[in-house]
């Protein structure tokens, strides 16, 4: 099955920083690759998602960079604010076997931004 | 429109305890999902299903069983509760269409198994 590693596990910046985080998968059939916020005490909501044919996606503050042959995708935060404060997941999911239409998650980071 | 519901929002049990999770979702998706959260390792799927009357297994199903009789609900079950299946219970619904398939989270349920 699917494996995905996440590093690092915590990460504290400064606000008005930038963020990364970095995932690899181990299935190189996977081919949607979604990330998750989870905010103290909250239900994990999809921010950005990436499909294997896309190289970077952006949205405001937040991109997605996607490296299919070494198979490694990136988060990246722009000017991290506070709210930015957080717990992210990697996830990644093979399309293609309607056996395993599930999503194989990352650890999670733990991201504080500091005010 | 409530989304994905979840009850209970907590439960202690005594070791070899049952219970049952129950998860609802208003939103006519076909997949269901049961994920259990634990410090350090993430979201990690116990069961899942694809549509009523299906059900899968994931990564972690050992000590589970699930039940989709109708489509909008997914059961989870514990026969007899161990001190390790101490977690938070993440039910997650999505509607399949194409490749990408965004999850709805439920609010989550603490289970604590003395």
């Known amino acids: 099955g699917e494996n995905v590693e996440q590093h690092p596990s915590t990460l504290s910046v400064q606000e008005g920083d930038s963020a990364v985080i970095k995932c690899t998968y181990s299935?190189?059939?996977?081919?949607?690759f979604p990330w998750y916020k989870q905010e103290l005490g909250k239900r994990p909501q999809l921010i950005i998602d990436i499909r294997s044919n896309v190289g970077e996606k952006k949205d405001q503050r937040i991109a997605v960079t996607l490296n299919k042959t070494a198979k490694h995708f990136s988060l990246h935060i722009t000017e991290t604010q506070p709210e930015d404060s957080a717990v992210y997941f990697c996830?990644?999911?093979?399309?293609?076997?309607?056996?395993?239409?599930?999503?194989?998650f990352g650890s999670g980071t733990r991201l504080q931004v500091q005010p | 429109n409530a989304g994905v519901t979840q009850t209970p929002k907590f439960r202690v049990l005594k070791t070899g305890q049952s219970m049952t999770l129950l998860c609802a979702q208003d939103m006519n998706h076909e997949y269901m999902y049961w994920y259990r959260q634990d410090p350090g390792m993430g979201l990690r799927l116990i069961h899942y299903?694809?549509?009523?009357?299906?059900?899968a297994k994931g990564e972690v199903p050992d000590g589970y069983n699930v039940s989709r009789l109708k489509k909008q609900n997914f059961l989870l079950g514990l026969e007899s509760a161990a001190p390790s299946q101490t977690s938070v219970y993440f039910c997650?619904?999505?509607?399949?269409?194409?490749?990408?398939?965004?999850?709805?989270f439920g609010s989550g349920t603490q289970l604590s198994v003395l």
């Open positions: 997650a619904s999505s509607y399949s269409q194409g490749v990408n398939e965004k999850l709805f």
């Open positions: 299935d190189s059939a996977s081919n949607y």
């Open positions: 996830a990644a999911r093979h399309t293609g076997d309607t056996g395993r239409r599930a999503l194989t």
């Open positions: 299903s694809v549509g009523e009357g299906t059900t």
